[in-house]
Each structure stands twice: as C-alpha cells, then as structure tokens.
C-alpha cells in the first residue's frame, strides 16, 4: 500500500471521528459554558409549563418528557418568552421525539435576561403536562452514533473519489478487466441506495386495498383478468351514470354528500362500469401472478423495488456503450459522473421516494424503454466500427419487444419508440432498412412493435369500444380531462415550472418546500390548473443537463458520432410530451420522468463531446474547468433529487409513514438545535 492510498484512507476514517467529537456534538461543548439556572418558579396546567421568576440568562431548556410520554410520535411544543426586549415572544413550533435524546434540548436565543417562559403543548398529545419535568442551561449528553460516523465516512470516500485531483480520471474506462470490478462495486452502491430508499418509503397497503383504494388498482385489475372480463369488480354509485357529465369533480362530491355513496377516484369510469386506464405491462409481469398464486394483494413498491434495480442495471451498461462508441479514451471517472447524470436525469429515483400505484407506470416505462436503447444502440456496435458487419437482429428483436412493453406500461412512451429512426439513420441510408437486402432488419424491429401494439389496441377495444381509446379521458380525477381545452396561457407557465421554476430552499427542516401544494396556489392564473406538490423545475433539480443548449455548437462533433439527429429528435419529443402533460393533466413532479429521459440521453452525449474537446485543447486547464464544472453540476443534481424525499408536503411524506426515521434523520444529520 503506498502512502496516497495510506493517507486517503486515514483521512476517510478521521473525517467522521472529528465530526462527531466537535461538529455533531458542538451543542455539548457550547452548553459547558452555560451559568446553571435554578432559582425559578415552575406552574403546570392541562397543557401548558409555566416558568416564571427566572431574571437570568437562558441558553436552552430540557424537556424530560419520560415520565409521562412514551412512544415515536413527536410531540409539538410552543414556545413563549418574555426577556428584556420582548413580552410573550411566540416561537417558531418544534418538536420533542421520546425515543431521541437530542430533541429534549431546546436552543433558544433571548435578547438578554429572561423573565418567563411557556411551554405549552398539542392537547391531543399532552392532554396533561403535569408529569413533564423541565429545567433551564442543562449540559447536553455527549453523543457518538456509529450510523451517522458510517454515514459521513462514505460521503467523505466520495468526496475524495471523485475530487479533480482523483486517480479515477486517470484510469482509462475501456482496456482493463480490473474497471469490471469497478463498474460492479458502483452498481452495488447505486442499487443499495434504491434498495434503501424504497424499503425507507415503503408502507403497508393492505388497508387501501381493503378500502376498494386506487393504490391497489393493479390488483383489482389482476383479479377481474383472473375471473375472465376487464371492468373492475366494484359497483359503481348510481348517480354517475345519471349525471350529464359524470366527470365533473366538483358535481360528484356534491352528489356523493348527498346521497351518502363515495366514487372511486382515479379509477375511469365508463358504460356504467370502472376500469383501470393504468398501463396492462405491470398487471400481467407482477400483479396477475402473483394474485393467481397467493390470491392476497402485491404491495406496489415491490416491482417498484426490482424495476428501479433493473433499471440501474441498464443504465450502467447503456452509458458505457455510448462512451465505447463516442468517446473510447474517457476515464473511468468521467463513466461514473455520467452514470450519475443519467440515472438522476431521468428523475427515476422520484419512484424510490413514491413507491406507490402511480410510480409502478413510470419506472416500468423507464425501465422497458433503457432496456430498449441498449439493445438498439449496441445492435448496430459492429457496423459502426465495420460497415461490412451486419446489424444484430437479435439485439433489434429484444430492443423492439422492450420498448414495446414500454408503451403497454404508459402509452406516451410510444413517442421514445420513433427514436429508431434518428439512431439507425445511417443504417437507413445504407438501405439496411426498408429494403429487399434490409428486409429482415426491418421485421425484427417493426413487428414485435405491431404485434405488442395490436395487442394493446384490441385491449383498448374491448374495454371503451374504440382501439385508439386508451381510457384516460374517462378518469374520474379532480379534473375533467374529458372536456379539458387546450389554452395557451396555460402553456408558457406549465413550462416555466416543468423546466425552470427554481427551488423554494427554507431555514427549516427539511430546507426545501413544495412550490405548490394542495392548499396553495401561487399564480396568477385565471383558471383550473392541476397541481401536486412541486419542488422545482427539470433544470432546477437537474442543473448538469443545462448543456442541451450547446447542441447546435456541438453539431459536427455530434454528427461523427452519428448521434446528432438523435439529439435533435429527443428535444424535440421531449417539447411535445411537455406540451401534452401540461395540456392533459397539469403540474406534477412525476410527469418530469415523460421527458426526462429524452433530455438526459442528450445531455449525457453533448457532455461526453464537452469532456473529448476540454482533453484535445490546447488551453492547458480546460479538461480541469470542464471536470470541476462537471462535478459540481453532477453533485447538485443528485443533492436536489435525494434532498426532495425528505420533503412534508409530499403525497404520504416521510413524516407521516416513517415519523421516526424522519426525526431521526433530522437529529442525526441535518440539525443542531
């Protein structure tokens, strides 16, 4: 071992024991110092504490809530405080955790001395305060947690690994079987993260499947194929099929207080029956088996869970043939940037963090359509580097029948299928296709596509008498997508806040917020536009595919490549699924994942041309620039993407289905209060 790798590893080790000796436990150094208070009167109500008498500096207050409150569930606290310039201050409301030592002090900033101070609590969780204890200017414990140490040992490995000056820029990614092991160790940890981060958002769905719940629609799905028809096993309230217009939102609420009888919501509703409009692939791949062979109900994040790790998978070796076919002499440092850049430039891990009935569509779709670029990318290897070799037709059949199953899990996909014609244009010219001597190239893409296609358009038929129907204007959601009209107004601010909106980042656990939640509306305009909560836009979350802009400066470099028409195409496909989402359905964070991948595929190849041309400059610190640039781009994207799980205002936030991870997280890592 020579004494770089000797010192890189002694500082990954004494990285996190300084942390936790002076930053984690600052707290604990700071109140050494505090002058003790004990000369004080304490009253106690039904909810409320009382200190009074005080005339004394106070620095924090411990609130020992052991006698009475046991449990996981946070406990809100109110404080007021009276000092030498304030009279019954209100602060900001916090929070005491039983279970987390850290949270029993509370630091608090008076402006001088003070004179009283009230505790009161949430009567729902402390209907009686009288068997809390509190003091003032109490020395906080000394803490040492090995998680946190594990934790901020492997950020600091990273830091190190991919800092500018890393020997991992300098290993060549393509020529030495020793980068497998490489390649492997990474994969491993992006596939241990996506495990950790479904497993930390998972909950048990069995009480929505018991309540006819739209999270366990795939199911109910699977049980009406089992039984022979397609409508879904639940009847319908009379007044839907009586209504002119069945999917006005605000009407239907009306008639079901009336009458007493809920509707089925994100289920669609059509001839008087329900049906699931949700993409066929992930029914009849998870759902119907395993239904057919246990007969109980599949919890969503499961094929959340093994997509997301496939997914990864192909990702790993889709990037790495595009940079054997671009960019042969790239390092092994840059294919793990780009990885990155792929994997968080689809906003795949949005699943991970939602693993829930609308995730299921998106990461198979995601998944089908990785698989299907790799297969049709590398089909077309041999020919690239050989014009006599001919073209994989296997690898096209694979490719085609992936993307086919793509389509069949969310049907807008079918726009990332017409990417066969910008990635074989070459193969095009050269009449490898569409041509007597091409014949076979063609079959092998162009029929598993119809036959898929065909299956799906009888489907259609079957249920809403029509092939080209997919069901989706029938979906009996907050909105009437039936009678929805398109509106330019509506369009150019869908657009600012899909792609450019920025992040709303507070001083507040967890430091981002929803631009839009259900409860605010912060536009101007005059009409209804669907939101769910927001955290920012594709380039707020996503800065590092900002290079879309260079396409046209890249154009000759792109073209050697022959992937500048595939660039092109995929912006363009990406405008189009941006106007239909914003026109269709509204502002929601997954509709990102429509688009995303068509803008990440360019944006992974234009910085593969920004990375070539830094290394043959004659500026001598241009390839240093470009890979800082990179870096730090790379690294705020993944940030943001994982900083958004911790969000409280998403759908079934960690806050509510995991309170004590949650606070756990908080204190451990995030905040020193």
């Given at each position: 071992?020579?004494?770089?790798?000797?010192?890189?590893?002694?500082?990954?080790?004494?990285?996190?024991?300084?942390?936790?000796?002076?930053?984690?436990?600052?707290?604990?150094?700071?109140?050494?110092?505090?002058?003790?208070?004990?000369?004080?009167?304490?009253?106690?109500?039904?909810?409320?504490?009382?200190?009074?008498?005080?005339?004394?500096?106070?620095?924090?207050?411990?609130?020992?809530?052991?006698?009475?409150?046991?449990?996981?569930?946070?406990?809100?606290?109110?404080?007021?405080?009276?000092?030498?310039?304030?009279?019954?201050?209100?602060?900001?409301?916090?929070?005491?955790?039983?279970?987390?030592?850290?949270?029993?002090?509370?630091?608090?900033?008076?402006?001088?001395?003070?004179?009283?101070?009230?505790?009161?609590?949430d009567v729902n969780e402390v209907p009686d305060a009288s068997g809390i204890?509190?003091?003032?200017?109490?020395?906080?414990?000394?803490?040492?947690?090995?998680?946190?140490?594990?934790?901020?040992?492997?950020?600091?490995?990273?830091?190190?690994?991919?800092?500018?000056?890393?020997?991992?820029?300098?290993?060549?990614?393509?020529?030495?079987?020793?980068?497998?092991?490489?390649?492997?160790?990474?994969?491993?940890?992006?596939?241990?993260?996506?495990?950790?981060?479904?497993?930390?958002?998972?909950?048990?769905?069995?009480?929505?499947?018991?309540?006819?719940?739209?999270?366990?629609?795939?199911?109910?799905?699977?049980?009406?194929?089992?039984?022979?028809?397609?409508?879904?096993?639940?009847?319908?309230?009379?007044?839907?099929?009586?209504?002119?217009?069945?999917?006005?939102?605000?009407?239907?609420?009306?008639?079901?207080?009336?009458?007493?009888?809920?509707?089925?919501?994100?289920?669609?509703?059509?001839?008087?029956?329900?049906?699931?409009?949700?993409?066929?692939?992930?029914?009849?791949?998870?759902?119907?088996?395993?239904?057919?062979?246990?007969?109980?109900?599949?919890?969503?994040?499961?094929?959340?869970?093994?997509?997301?790790?496939?997914?990864?998978?192909?990702?790993?070796?889709?990037?790495?043939?595009?940079?054997?076919?671009?960019?042969?002499?790239?390092?092994?440092?840059?294919?793990?940037?780009?990885?990155?850049?792929?994997?968080?430039?689809?906003?795949?891990?949005?699943?991970?963090?939602?693993?829930?009935?609308?995730?299921?569509?998106?990461?198979?779709?995601?998944?089908?359509?990785?698989?299907?670029?790799?297969?049709?990318?590398?089909?077309?290897?041999?020919?690239?580097?050989?014009?006599?070799?001919?073209?994989?037709?296997?690898?096209?059949?694979?490719?085609?029948?992936?993307?086919?199953?793509?389509?069949?899990?969310?049907?807008?996909?079918?726009?990332?299928?017409?990417?066969?014609?910008?990635?074989?244009?070459?193969?095009?010219?050269?009449?490898?296709?569409?041509?007597?001597?091409?014949?076979?190239?063609?079959?092998?893409?162009?029929?598993?596509?119809?036959?898929?296609?065909?299956?799906?358009?009888?489907?259609?038929?079957?249920?809403?008498?029509?092939?080209?129907?997919?069901?989706?204007?029938?979906?009996?959601?907050?909105?009437?997508?039936?009678?929805?009209?398109?509106?330019?107004?509506?369009?150019?601010?869908?657009?600012?806040?899909?792609?450019?909106?920025?992040?709303?980042?507070?001083?507040?656990?967890?430091?981002?917020?929803?631009?839009?939640?259900?409860?605010?509306?912060?536009?101007?305009?005059?009409?209804?536009?669907?939101?769910?909560?927001?955290?920012?836009?594709?380039?707020?979350?996503?800065?590092?595919?900002?290079?879309?802009?260079?396409?046209?400066?890249?154009?000759?470099?792109?073209?050697?490549?022959?992937?500048?028409?595939?660039?092109?195409?995929?912006?363009?496909?990406?405008?189009?699924?941006?106007?239909?989402?914003?026109?269709?359905?509204?502002?929601?964070?997954?509709?990102?994942?429509?688009?995303?991948?068509?803008?990440?595929?360019?944006?992974?190849?234009?910085?593969?041309?920004?990375?070539?041309?830094?290394?043959?400059?004659?500026?001598?610190?241009?390839?240093?620039?470009?890979?800082?640039?990179?870096?730090?781009?790379?690294?705020?994207?993944?940030?943001a993407n994982l900083m958004i799980m911790l969000a409280d205002s998403k759908?079934?936030?960690?806050?509510?289905?995991?309170?004590?991870?949650?606070?756990?997280?908080?204190?451990?890592?995030?905040?020193?209060?």
């Open positions: 071992m020579n004494k770089k790798t000797l010192r890189t590893i002694l500082l990954i080790l004494i990285i996190p024991l300084i942390a936790e000796v002076f930053f984690f436990n600052f707290r604990f150094w700071e109140s050494l110092f505090f002058r003790k208070v004990t000369d004080y009167k304490v009253t106690r109500d039904a909810g409320a504490i009382v200190i009074s008498d005080i005339n004394a500096p106070v620095k924090n207050i411990r609130i020992d809530s052991s006698g009475s409150i046991t449990g996981t569930s946070p406990v809100h606290v109110k404080l007021l405080l009276s000092d030498e310039a304030n009279t019954d201050l209100e602060l900001s409301v916090t929070e005491v955790v039983p279970s987390i030592a850290e949270s029993n002090y509370i630091r608090i900033y008076p402006d001088g001395n003070v004179r009283e101070i009230t505790i009161a609590f204890d509190v003091k003032l200017n109490e020395t906080r414990p000394f803490c040492i947690h090995v998680f946190r140490a594990v934790f901020i040992a492997v950020i600091a490995a990273l830091i190190l690994l991919f800092w500018p000056g890393s020997k991992v820029y300098q290993i060549p990614l393509f020529g030495r079987d020793r980068n497998n092991i490489y390649i492997l160790l990474a994969l491993s940890a992006i596939v241990c993260l996506w495990m950790l981060i479904v497993y930390a958002f998972n909950y048990d769905t069995t009480n929505f499947y018991r309540a006819g719940h739209v999270e366990a629609i795939y199911t109910y799905q699977s049980e009406s194929f089992l039984k022979g028809h397609v409508w879904l096993d639940f009847t319908p309230p009379k007044y839907l099929s009586e209504m002119a217009n069945p999917y006005d939102y605000n009407a239907r609420l009306e008639l079901a207080r009336q009458t007493g009888e809920s509707f089925k919501l994100d289920f669609a509703f059509f001839d008087g029956k329900y049906y699931s409009y949700y993409g066929i692939v992930p029914t009849l791949i998870f759902y119907v088996p395993f239904v057919a062979l246990t007969g109980l109900h599949l919890n969503n994040s499961v094929p959340v869970l093994l997509m997301g790790v496939v997914f990864i998978l192909f990702s790993f070796m889709l990037v790495y043939r595009l940079l054997n076919r671009c960019c042969p002499k790239v390092s092994l440092g840059i294919y793990f940037l780009l990885v990155l850049v792929f994997l968080f430039g689809t906003e795949a891990f949005y699943c991970a963090q939602t693993p829930h009935v609308y995730s299921v569509a998106f990461i198979s779709a995601i998944m089908f359509t990785a698989i299907a670029l790799y297969f049709w990318i590398t089909a077309s290897d041999k020919h690239f580097e050989d014009n006599k070799m001919p073209l994989s037709k296997s690898r096209l059949l694979i490719g085609a029948m992936a993307m086919g199953l793509a389509i069949g899990s969310r049907p807008v996909f079918g726009l990332y299928a017409l990417l066969a014609f910008p990635l074989f244009y070459s193969e095009i010219r050269e009449r490898l296709f569409f041509s007597k001597k091409g014949i076979v190239n063609t079959m092998c893409i162009v029929v598993p596509l119809l036959v898929i296609g065909a299956a799906l358009l009888y489907y259609n038929k079957i249920r809403f008498g029509s092939f080209f129907d997919f069901g989706n204007t029938y979906n009996l959601s907050e909105m009437d997508l039936k009678n929805r009209h398109p509106g330019i107004r509506r369009l150019w601010l869908g657009i600012f806040e899909y792609l450019f909106q920025p992040m709303k980042i507070s001083g507040r656990f967890p430091y981002v917020e929803s631009i839009y939640d259900y409860q605010n509306r912060s536009t101007d305009y005059m009409g209804y536009m669907f939101f769910d909560p927001v955290y920012g836009g594709y380039f707020a979350l996503c800065p590092v595919c900002l290079c879309v802009v260079f396409i046209r400066k890249f154009r000759k470099q792109l073209s050697e490549m022959k992937m500048y028409w595939t660039c092109v195409v995929s912006l363009v496909f990406a405008a189009i699924l941006l106007f239909m989402d914003i026109e269709m359905t509204g502002i929601t964070l997954r509709y990102q994942m429509d688009f995303g991948m068509f803008i990440v595929l360019t944006a992974v190849l234009i910085l593969t041309v920004l990375i070539r041309k830094a290394e043959d400059s004659s500026y001598k610190n241009a390839f240093k620039f470009a890979l800082i640039a990179l870096i730090v781009l790379t690294g705020i994207t993944v940030f759908q079934w936030a960690l806050v509510s289905t995991n309170p004590k991870l949650y606070y756990s997280i908080k204190y451990l890592i995030f905040a020193q209060r």
